[in-house]
């Protein structure tokens, strides 16, 4: 541990030069030691760049955010997709599959600890596995982050496409959704607006409120995320109960704390969201019914054909699935996420994440298909799913109520 903690404390310079010469220029360790002994003399004195070093010196500047490796996309399961489910994927939408897998993503330590390397790599790879054993502070990246990656970098192409469209006369508003993926893909938007400027005052806001459940769980908590990046933002958020009554909706539209955050919506440019499985035991609305719901609620919606949700507002196969008691409080519910989509052709964007629950790993396919079959439910403008979502969707009958309840293999 002492030892990571060597390379965090060197300064920007360095780890800035080692990685740029050696990731950048392709010079080798012991050239990059020559070059740079001299010039940082006192920094150089506990330690001399080996190949070895080399690695966790890229790894530093990695965590400071200079160096960000993304994942390749699979054109052909993408066109594939669009072909199947043309009914709904239409020419004006963008749908992107990262090509990592749960199997590429979740490395087996013991396989590359045997595998036939030379000694100075072997040691790499033991550096770059230790998160298996719990022995670094710092955990390998997943492979909802490798699909979080990939929304971020579409977000920030779409945000710049609206800031050039409006000429910075107007910010441009950005909806974020609750949960860890979403979570995930605006930490990584945060960490690309860090570097360049979008030419555009830009407008953060949260879509709920968040549960009590896990507060870090919710929207506003995500505003952290944009601290340092270069142009001007404004926040609004969303302070109010997670759900209430159908008929204390309207009412609490009204209220003074939630008026504006309620208006400013309707100027909403992008929406960033996940969707929710109600058989992974990490989704957030399942978890609220179950604890905290109506009594019998959670079990009336699974019979009646429960298959996702976005923006806790749930879903059957082809058509939506209300709750009876309560409603979320949302500022886009299905309805508004829809005409948004409508609105592709004016610049307005909804931006559909659905990777595997960061936690248990489960896929969201039995979620993902009723948006991909459905006009009543078409909701998204661009889609970014990760492998093996997307072979799952290709392999399932296009209409998802013949979905049996098992995985395919």
């Not at 070895?52 to 996309?73: D, G, K, N, T, Y």
């Not at 550096?127 to 979080?148: C, D, F, K, M, Y």
């Not at 949302?330 to 508004?336: F, Y």
Request: aromatic fraction near 6%; proline fraction near 5%.
């Amino acid at each position: 541990m002492a030892q990571h903690k060597k390379y965090q404390r060197l300064s920007d310079r360095v780890v800035y030069e080692v990685a740029h010469l050696y990731v950048e220029q392709g010079i080798g360790a012991s050239d990059i030691d020559r070059l740079l002994r001299h010039k940082f003399e006192y920094e150089w004195r506990d330690f001399r760049l080996t190949n070895e070093s080399i690695v966790h010196i890229v790894r530093e500047a990695i965590q400071r955010e200079w160096i960000s490796v993304h994942a390749p996309l699979d054109g052909n399961l993408a066109k594939a997709l669009r072909l199947k489910f043309d009914d709904v994927i239409t020419d004006d939408k963008d749908v992107q599959v990262v090509n990592v897998g749960l199997v590429d993503a979740d490395v087996d330590a013991h396989d590359l600890r045997t595998s036939p390397f030379d000694g100075d790599r072997q040691s790499s790879i033991e550096e770059l596995t230790n998160h298996h054993s719990g022995t670094t502070e710092r955990p390998a990246i997943s492979l909802t982050q490798h699909v979080a990656r990939a929304a971020a970098a579409v977000v920030l192409n779409l945000i710049k496409d609206v800031a050039t469209a409006k000429s910075g006369k107007e910010p441009v508003r950005i909806g974020l959704g609750a949960g860890q993926t979403a979570m995930w893909v605006i930490r990584t938007l945060g960490e690309l607006l860090r570097h360049e400027k979008v030419g555009s005052k830009l407008a953060i806001h949260a879509l709920t409120s968040g549960f009590s459940l896990n507060p870090l769980d919710a929207p506003v908590t995500y505003f952290r995320f944009f601290e340092g990046v270069k142009e001007d933002i404004e926040y609004v958020g969303l302070f109010t109960t997670p759900f209430v009554s159908p008929r204390g909706f309207a009412r609490l539209k009204k209220e003074p704390d939630v008026a504006r955050a309620f208006a400013l919506a309707k100027e909403l440019d992008i929406v960033l969201t996940s969707l929710g499985n109600p058989t992974d035991p990490e989704c957030m609305l399942a978890r609220y019914l179950s604890d905290v719901g109506p009594a019998g609620e959670l079990e009336r919606m699974k019979d009646s054909g429960w298959k996702g949700d976005v923006q806790f507002t749930p879903y059957a196969d082809s058509s939506l699935l209300p709750l009876r008691y309560v409603r979320p409080v949302t500022l886009l519910d299905v309805d508004d996420l829809k005409d948004m989509r409508r609105r592709v052709k004016e610049k307005k964007y909804v931006v559909l994440c659905a990777a595997p629950c960061s936690k248990c790993k489960m896929l969201k396919t039995k979620a993902l298909l009723p948006l991909l079959t459905s006009k009543r439910l078409d909701v998204w403008t661009h889609l970014i799913c990760d492998l093996d979502t997307g072979r799952e969707c290709l392999a399932a009958p296009k209409n998802p109520a013949l979905v049996g309840a098992a995985q395919p293999q």
